[in-house]
């Protein structure tokens, strides 16, 4: 071997103890569970990682790790996981080589069931401290993929109960997502906490008088594992909870005529007289 590439296969065994330690070092620093680490929890077989039963024991060594547990899924958050050309050439491997070769799984994927976790922390009676909830907003502001950020938010929402700050900050930024579905859930949001928000009324009535908004919001509230960076989403979306898109655009609308309602006192005469002309134009819609 000449004297450049011996230099070379050095530097990358060099590399390769480096990436092997520090895997380690970051495993001994996990909170155990049944003596396995967190990480070795949340991805179990890598090939199992969607697996059922393997999502519930997980949900056990979370909720068994308190307020570490929900640390370490905020974590996830920011994992990144395997690129489009890896997840492409694994697909083209046969089964053989596959079984030697690291399970490919997408930042989203990995995002998006650290999320389902996260739904599924007890935070009653105990309320999560103040200083996640806004790491987890952070977390959620930084999701490229529109499906993940929506999920996200959802969360938040469920996750917080005295301490709002995290969630008002991040439902306010929302308001100028560059998705109307985002938008609007975080529209819908500020209305039930009862923040009175001149940019919900906007979006809202927006959403009464643009069908095709309500359409669009209905495309980033699906999710399908599995598929490659970015490409979470099918056109057209299936159902959704068994529900037609007619079905999901009038539950879409309703929800919009209850969030007026809240904000009732904030509309101007021109606006109330645009919440009852699309009353009036969808009878169907009332509550």
């Known amino acids: 071997m000449n004297p450049r590439g011996r230099t070379a296969s050095v530097a990358g065994l060099a590399l390769l103890l480096i990436l092997v330690a520090c895997w380690a070092l970051r495993d001994k620093h996990e909170v155990l569970y049944n003596g396995k680490t967190l990480s070795q929890w949340f991805f179990g077989q890598r090939r199992d990682f969607l697996h059922q039963s393997r999502e519930q024991q997980a949900d056990q060594a979370f909720t ?75 977390a959620v502001r930084q999701q490229s993929n529109p499906r993940v950020r929506l999920r996200g938010l959802t969360v938040l929402f469920l996750l917080t109960r005295s301490e709002r700050d995290p969630l008002v900050r991040l439902c306010k930024e929302l308001l100028d997502d560059r998705e109307f579905g985002i938008q609007l859930e975080a529209a819908f949001m500020l209305s039930q906490m009862g923040i009175n928000e001149k940019r919900s009324i906007a979006i809202l009535l927006e959403a009464l008088q643009h ?18 960076p970015g490409s979470s989403g099918l056109a057209p979306p299936p159902p959704i909870g068994g529900q037609t898109p007619a079905q999901f655009e009038k539950m879409l609308r309703q929800r919009v005529f209850q969030a007026l309602e809240l904000l009732g006192p904030e509309l101007n005469e021109t606006q109330e007289a645009l919440v009852k002309q699309a009353k009036a134009a969808r009878p169907d819609s009332r509550l």
């Not at 990995?110 to 103040?130: F, W």
């Not at 919001?217 to 399908?224: A, G, K, V």
Request: hydrophobic share 40%; net charge positive.
């Open 64 to 138: 068994a790790a308190g307020t570490n547990g929900i640390a370490f899924l905020i974590g996830m958050l920011k994992e990144r996981g395997d690129s489009s050309w890896y997840i492409k050439l694994f697909r083209m491997m046969p089964r053989p080589i596959q079984a030697r070769l690291r399970f490919p799984i997408s930042t989203d994927d990995i995002h998006m069931v650290a999320l389902a976790h996260l739904n599924k922390s007890p935070s009653i009676p105990n309320t999560i401290p103040q200083e996640l909830l806004a790491q987890l907003a952070q």
């Open 211 to 228: 069908q095709e908004k309500l359409a669009s919001s209905r495309s980033i509230n699906s999710y399908f594992y599995g598929q490659l």
